[in-house]
């Protein structure tokens, strides 16, 4: 077990480690620790040898209340992973202590995007100022940073897709 305190310091070391969420991925775009990966329990087994592939890597697991992060552990040392441990009470008890949540998905790029606005005072353009530009037929780049999925689903007309530009 790592109670919360514990966690934050793991986090603020810069030590090597995975931080995973093993919720479903709805439950994590609600709401999840800041670079905490998503991996729901049910594809453990699948995809985490992919995801760290050294066994001695420090694992943290979390759920909403520890019920699922603690079979889970029990896997991960079946699977030969030798430093695995649950936060204690889960999502409640980080949020209890303080601890912040982030929504959605891709959130490191979000973070940069929002400290690159502010820091570097990126110009802003509005949806409406976009589209007088686009139908006035002004050259420009236009450049999508969103996942491919993401930008196969709906895009800005003429939009080139680059992930994580």
């Not at 093993?22 to 729901?40: D, K, M, N, W």
């Not at 995801?51 to 029990?74: Q, W």
């Not at 695995?84 to 790029?109: C, H, I, M, Y």
């Not at 995007?113 to 409406?128: S, V």
Request: glycine residues 8%; proline residues 6%; neutral net charge.
């Amino acid at each position: 077990m790592i109670n919360a305190s514990d966690l934050s310091t793991l986090l603020s070391t810069g030590t090597s480690h995975a931080l995973l969420d093993v919720r479903e991925l709805a439950a994590y775009q609600r709401g999840h620790i800041y670079r905490a990966t998503s991996l729901p329990r049910r594809l453990l087994e699948a995809k985490l040898p992919r995801l760290v592939t050294a066994l001695a890597t420090p694992i943290v697991l979390y759920d909403d209340d520890g019920r699922v992060a603690a079979p889970a552990e029990k896997t991960l040392s079946a699977m030969g992973y030798t430093d695995v441990r649950v936060l204690e009470g889960g999502l409640q008890a980080w949020k209890a202590a303080g601890g912040r949540l982030v929504q959605g998905l891709n959130v490191p790029s979000k973070v940069f995007g929002e400290q690159a606005l502010h820091e570097f005072r990126t110009p802003e353009i509005t949806c409406p100022e976009l589209k007088e530009k686009i139908d006035r037929g002004e050259r420009m780049v236009l450049v999508d940073s969103r996942t491919p999925e993401e930008y196969h689903r709906v895009c800005i007309p003429g939009a080139t897709s680059m992930p994580g530009a």
